[in-house]
Structure formats: structure tokens, C-alpha cells
């Protein structure tokens, strides 16, 4: 038996040792330029939009208040922030603009009084509003259908707790002062203020969201299995659902597009041993893996694939394959279209098994791990698909990307990742692999169809989902699966060899292709891109993609850090260091809408954009301020390939101070962003 007081002490050692392996610190740049400015001529939240004030309506004319306003007052604040000049003043109101009211000069801030009484708070019900609805260029507060107070103040969005009396009138009172920070009254009494930019700063709170996020991680990363995206260990009694406190959305298996997202973050934070449980959990199932390939496929069949819905010991969700048993089918596979023929979760565990060896340098693991891994998932894709003789290369049909596309050929998500492993293994040191291997690899190479492209209707040349793909079912930007998770397309890489060519293809629409558009899809040739081009038709993909977000597992945030397209990616991490969940206390118990509280995938993006705007590598090289915004400082420390860590100082979003070690890797330091 250990003394309480011995486990105390190691328990409180190893999370000393777990923080002081890595961290980053940010603040913001003190705003001295602004201050030595003339005072505005206006207050600049009021001047946000050029609407007049309403009282009990939007600008649509819609959300009306329904119950009775029987009066409004609003002043014109004071320097020291109390009522001056009366602006408005009047005695049972219906809801109304005031005419004039944009005009009125509140340098020094307002204050606004109602005295309401409610009429059904189970609808949206405007109190006051001076902004455009839809859009936060202003400010405005409303009764939200649970009858509590929500207000909006420029960018942020604030919901009260408290409810607002329903059996009897009530004074509201919000107080603006001159530097837009405010406070909530009612009857008096000033509201519980939950977090928002008028108490933290964003990078306070994006820099508590990546220690807290860590830390979950590290709580559940020790042990036999995976971390659950969905709810992690920290599950809670979830009332009315099935299962009670075991509850999670999307079940108790493993969703890989989910739970790989952590383990994105674990190399730069030097988190090497939270990794080990994943590699055990699916490096064990390879045999399963292989075994499945040949039962379904047949004796000659080779390699290996992960399905998308796997549980520990490796069987598909039942929900996904059906129940019907794989030899009583026409078509082994699952039944679920939404994973069919999704098979690049396998090849990501490839290229993440390459970069735990990369930075580790575990021979071990190398030779056990991932070569084994990264062989027979390749191995699958020569096997399962044909080569078209007409170009030579893998007709990569039937397939899809990831859960969005459906009805497919040659999809982005499977060519990028085969394009980033199988020269990652054939750069291996010669000792690792067998001569075989190697000539397996290197036809397999020469088979891989081209980086898919497309013109849109608009004209713009942009990366593609797939060569030709139809029937969207989800909301993954899986186009850019070249930029994030395969770095095929990144900054810092102006001088790496491209070892892959694009293709042009398009978008099948039922009402307007063409037998003609398919006929030139299908003689397309093949054409090469320099590194410059493959940037601006990424970024042309990220400009015009689909669907948008900074929430869950929505990776937007990190495709825009490896582009190198910093306010792009500040303002996603600004507003997913905002989403956490209203009716948790912890901060990094996030509210995502997809998953389970607390989600996994959500704080892990944050993790790994983060990073990537301070440090990003690619092989041996290291990029430092690829795309650090320079309105924040920050302190780094940081993990690389060959087991090196490099640490530093940013102020002002110039790199001041650097260290690395050892100190032989210095040479392989590039920094993109400023220094002093």
C-alpha cells in the first residue's frame, strides 16, 4: 500500500513535469497608438451601423415585443459614466423607431431604461436594437424563448441566466460606458455577467482554452483505449436521455473524423506518451484488419482498411454495417452510404504514426508500428482498385470523400493521404524497409491519380473534393484534406519537390452536366503546379468552400493556419475560445453542436491552430510565425521533429527571444513571420 501522502507527491510531480513540458502564454498588444488618439467624435458601437434606435422591433419589422412597454427613458452619459442629458423620454410605447436617434452624439456612453411587462417569453421579443438583423454591427437587447435576457454588443453575444418576470412589471436598465464595456439591470439589481470581451481579453481566454483542453486530454489519454471525442471520462447524469449518466451522442464506439483531433495536437506539446493507448488500440486491430480485407474481398485481396465507425475490438457499428452477416451479402461492405467507401481514416493513422517516429525517433515503434501500419493500409488501395488503362493510374471508383460527397471518382481525401505517406516511406532510411517494400511502394506512386482540381461556375480554378463528385450530404471542407491533415499544401514548403500532378475535373449537377462535360472530365489531362499555383487554388477552395464554422470538429481554423492566413484564423480562434457550454462551470467543457458535452473536437482545433500559427514543421524543417497575428504576444515552448523544443518570446508578433535544442538544430530554423 503507497501512503496517501507518497501518491500526493507523485500525483503533484507529474502534472508539474506534464506543464512544464510545453506551454503557450498569450496576451494582447497594448493599444498605446489608439490612446494617444483624439477622442472619437462618436462612440464608435453606436456608429456601427447607421439605423435609427428601435424600441420592440428589428430592422425587418419582426420579433416584436408582445407585451406592454410602459415607458423609456435614455440619457446621455456623463464622463464619470452617470445620466446627463435626457435624449428620450415617453409614456406607453408601441414598438417604433426613434427618428433622429442615429445621430445623436453618446461619446461618453448611455444609459437606456424600460419598464416592461411581459406577454408569452417563449418567442424572441426585441427591447431595444440598433444593429441589422442577422448581423452584429451594433448592439440590441431581447427575451429569449425561455424568457431570459439576451444582449448582443458589437461581436459578442451575452445570454443571461436569470429569468425576467413574467407576474408583474419591471425595470430594465443597461449602462454603455465610454470604453463599450456595459452593465445589466433589473429592478435594480445588476445581472450575473457571464464571460465575454468586456471582461476577458480573447487571448486570455484562447490561451485558457488551450491549457484546459491539454489537461482534459491528459486526463483521459492514459488510458487502454482511445480518448472518446464524445464526453471523454467527465460524462454526467444527462436527464430524460437513455443510459442516464453513460449517455453520449454518437454512441459509445469510435468515430475515427472525431477521434483523431487530440492526437493532432500531442506532437508539438511533447504529449508523446497520452499517444500510446491510440497505437495500441489500433495497431492491435491490423490483423483483424487484414483478415476482414481477404474474407471480403478474397485470398488474392491484399492490405488492410480502418472503417470510419469502429469499436475497440474492431467490429463496425452495427447501426452502419447492418445485421445481415458479410457472406449472406451481395456487397460485404456496409450497409451506411454515409462511410461506404470512406477509407482514408487509415491512411491518417499512416501519416500520424510518421510523425510520432519523426519527432520520437522510436525505432521500436518505427519498425513495429508504423511501417506496419503505413505498409498494408497503402497495400489495400493497389489491391482494391483497378488500373485505368487509359491513363495508367488507379480508377479510384467507387469512392467518396469523407462523409460529404457521395458518387465520386478520384477522391482528394485518399490521393492526398497516399501522396503523404508513400514518400515519407520510401525517404526512410533504407535499414528500416526490404528492397520489396520499397519496389511495392514506388509503382504504387506511380499509379496515384492527380490532385483533383475544378473551374466553378464563377470561373475560379480551385481545389476539388474529387475529379468528379456529386450529391452532398455533409459539411466537411474535405477538399482541402492537401493543406490539413497531409500538408501537402502549406506555407514553408515553396522549395519542396511536388510529387504529384492536377487534374481538372467538376461538379456533376443533375439539371446542368452535360454527357459532353463528363466526356472532357474524362480526357482531361493531367498537368503539373507549382508550388505557388497549388497555394492559390487552395485558398481559392477555402475562400468559396460550402460550409463554414469555428466550432466542433469544423477544422477551418487549422487549414487557415497552415495557409498562412492569419486574421482568418485569429478571428476563428476568438470565436471557438468562446463556445463553451452555458450549463457547465469548467471553461473548456465546450458547447459544440454536433458531439457531447465535453467535446473533444472542439478544443483540440483550438489546440492545433494555435500551435500552427506559432510553429509549424515539415520534415526536418521548422517554421517559426507562419502566421502569428502581431497584435498578440506570446511565450512558447514547443516540441519538433528529432526530439528538439524550441521555446521564445513574441511581442508584439515579432519573435524577440529564441532558444532551440539542441542547439544542431538551429540550422534548420526558418523563421517566415517578423523578428525585432
Sequence with gaps: KIPLETRYAQTAQWWRDFQNRSW????????????????????????????DLRIGVDSDGKNRFLGQIESVEIFRNKKDGTPEESLFSRMDLSPQSIPGSDSWNVADG?????????????????????????????????????????????????????QLPTDRAFELMLEFDQKGLFKVKVDGQELFFPESTSRVSDAFRITRGYTLQRYLQACAGRGNYAIKFNGSLFTIPAEGRPDYADYRRWGTGYWWQNTRLPYYTMNASGDFD?????????????????????????????????????????????????????????????????????????????FMALDYWEFTQDEQFLRETAIPLADEITKFFGSFYRVDPKTGKLDMTPSQVAETWWDCSDPMTEIAGLYAVLPRLLALEERFTTPEQRAVWKALLARIPPIPAWVDPEGTKRLAPARTFAS?????????????????????????????????GGKKDAKETTSADILAWENEKAQTADHAQLMAY????????????????????IIMAYLGETESAKEYLITRSKRTCRDQRFPAYWAPPFSWTPDQCHGAVLMAALQGLIMQTDGEQILLLPAFPSDW?????????????????????????????PESRRKDVRILGGTK
Design 24 to 51: 503557450i502564454l498569450l496576451s494582447e498588444v497594448p493599444n498605446s497608438a489608439k490612446a494617444q488618439e483624439a477622442k472619437p467624435q462618436n462612440h464608435p458601437l453606436w456608429t456601427l451601423s447607421a439605423h
Design 110 to 162: 448611455w444609459t437606456m431604461r424600460a419598464k416592461l411587462r411581459l406577454k408569452d417569453p417563449t418567442c424572441w421579443q426585441r427591447i431595444f436594437d440598433k444593429l441589422t438583423s442577422g448581423r452584429q454591427n451594433g448592439f440590441l437587447a431581447d427575451v429569449t424563448p425561455n424568457g431570459s435576457l439576451r444582449v448582443i454588443c458589437g461581436e459578442e453575444t451575452i445570454f443571461f441566466d436569470e
Design 274 to 350: 497520452l499517444q500510446k493507448p491510440l497505437w495500441k488500440q489500433y495497431a492491435s486491430l491490423l490483423p483483424l484488419m487484414k483478415h476482414r480485407v481477404k474474407k471480403y474481398f478474397g485470398p488474392n485481396a491484399e492490405g488492410a482498411y480502418f472503417a470510419e465507425c469502429l469499436y475497440f475490438w474492431g467490429d463496425v457499428f452495427p447501426e452502419a454495417y447492418g445485421t445481415t452477416p458479410w457472406n449472406e451479402k451481395d456487397d460485404p461492405l456496409q450497409n451506411s452510404r454515409w462511410h461506404k467507401w470512406e477509407f482514408v481514416g487509415g491512411l491518417e493513422l499512416a
Design 472 to 504: 452532398k450530404h455533409n459539411c466537411e471542407t474535405c477538399e482541402l484534406y492537401c493543406v490539413f491533415p497531409f500538408r501537402l499544401a502549406a506555407v514553408g514548403k515553396e522549395d519542396a519537390p511536388i510529387p504529384f500532378q492536377l487534374r481538372f
Design 538 to 557: 487552395a485558398k481559392n477552395a477555402l475562400e468559396k468552400r460550402w460550409d463554414h464554422g469555428a466550432y466542433d470538429w469544423r477544422y477551418d481554423d
Design 633 to 661: 504576444n506570446a511565450e512558447f515552448k514547443l516540441h519538433a521533429p528529432k526530439n528538439t523544443v524550441v521555446s521564445g518570446t513574441i511581442k508584439a508578433g515579432k519573435l524577440v527571444d529564441w532558444n532551440v535544442s
